[in-house]
């Protein structure tokens, strides 16, 4: 039982930050926007979340911190796409690409032998309450309410919903706006279950966030067992690392690879039947 109870908790911990990165993917891409981007506002999060909970020694002011420079990413890449009419590809990997490099440059500089070894942090279950239930609850908004409706018009057809008296591009700028608090809300989680930030601590989450949205069929609630599915197969290989297999003692590469290798498969298998909103990279 004791190592069932450690196999549910190392899923939840490892899968709630892809959930809420899901959803952040989910207000953007449903609205019309592609973005591949989440990575760069999540690891921006981490990084704006440890240096400012340090500096200020707030837990509150560095999860502010964290969130407002995953919104300003996210609002830089509406401008880029909608205003400027960028490839939003092209948009998302160059974000990306500063991010990456920003966040190294500022830890660099920033943090130092003489840091502190944990940041001030809010109890982590608060995240995984927010994790398990914004899902639901961004279902609901969608499938329920004005806004929710014109978030899929726009991102189902931009003209038509221009036809229909819709501002595409306004929508799109909420869709976004809701993008980076979730892509904030992930890093926020990430950092604080490390207690501290390391270069590169989002590992590859964000694009994982995106094969989860696409293996959910763009539904928040799909994307977050999608989610979660991920995280039990992460926990899964952490468990049995250094386990013997018919035998045979495998290297950890060969488990580390397997939550990917899963994921892969999974895309294979059901991305045919997943189907995109007919507006997503639509003008």
Known sequence: MGEIGLLLGSTLALSAPLMLAALGGYTSERSGVIN????????TSCCA???????TGSAWLGVAGGLTSAVLL????????????????????????????????????????????????????????LAVSLPVL?????????????????????????????????????????????SGLSGVLIVTHASRYVDGMTDGRGYIALAALILGGWKPVRAAVACLAFGFFSALQIQFQGTNLFGA???????SSFPFVATVFALA???????????LGKL
């Open 36 to 43: 591949i981007a989440l990575e760069g506002m999540m690891i």
């Open 49 to 55: 979340t440890a240096l400012i909970g340090l500096a």
């Open 74 to 129: 996210s609002m830089l890449h509406w401008l880029l796409t909608q205003n400027y009419r960028m490839n939003p590809i092209i948009s998302g990997m160059g974000i990306n690409a500063v991010a990456l490099g920003g966040t190294n440059y500022m830890s660099q500089r920033l943090i130092t032998v003489d840091t502190p070894d944990k940041i001030p942090v809010l109890p982590e279950s608060l995240y995984y309450v």
């Open 138 to 182: 961004v279902a609901i908004y969608a499938a329920t309410t004005r806004g929710g409706l014109w978030l899929k018009a726009a991102g189902g057809d931009p003209r038509k919903a221009r036809l229909a008296g819709l501002r595409p591009d306004r929508i799109r700028l909420g869709g976004l706006f809701a993008t980076g608090v979730f």
């Open 249 to 255: 003692q495998l290297p950890s590469e060969v488990w």
């Open 269 to 279: 298998l059901l991305s045919g039947q997943s189907s995109a909103p007919p507006g």
